[in-house]
Nanobody
Framework: QVQLVESGGGLVQAGGSLRLSCAASGTIFGINAMGWYRQAPGKQRELVASISSGGTTNYLDSVKGRFTITRDNAKNTVDLQMNSLKPEDTAVYYC???????????????WGQGTLVTVSS
């Protein structure tokens, strides 16, 4: 069974750092875009950062210069390094990936279970 498993998150003071990790497991023939989304209470889920299979990155304006997304194609992992965290970064963070799950090229979009990041002021 193909799945995304997240780790990291937790409670940190404003100005601190956290690192989120996400690993894809199961029978995978390839991974296209990977990314991290977040959803704060009462708000819609938003894209925080994404990275293509070739390494092209895209960031939410409010996290540019503070967050860095990286991926390891050999390990099927994507990480999000979050520095200079602010209380407004508090949210549940979700890993997302577009996976090729059959030899014929069938795509599936998967989500991780979510991990809570709380930034105290």
């Amino acid at each position: 069974q193909v799945q995304l498993v997240e780790s990291g998150g937790g409670l940190v003071q404003a100005g601190g750092s956290l690192r989120l990790s996400c690993a894809a497991s199961g029978t995978i023939f390839g991974i296209n875009a990977m990314g991290w989304y977040r959803q704060a209470p009462g708000k819609q889920r938003e894209l925080v950062a994404s990275i293509s299979s070739g390494g092209t990155t895209n960031y939410l304006d409010s996290v540019k210069g503070r967050f860095t997304i990286t991926r390891d194609n050999a390990k099927n992992t994507v990480d999000l390094q979050m520095n200079s965290l602010k209380p407004e970064d508090t949210a549940v963070y979700y890993c997302n990936a577009h996976l090729v799950v059959t030899i014929l090229g069938t795509y599936r979009e998967l989500w991780g279970q979510g991990t809570l990041v709380t930034v105290s002021s």
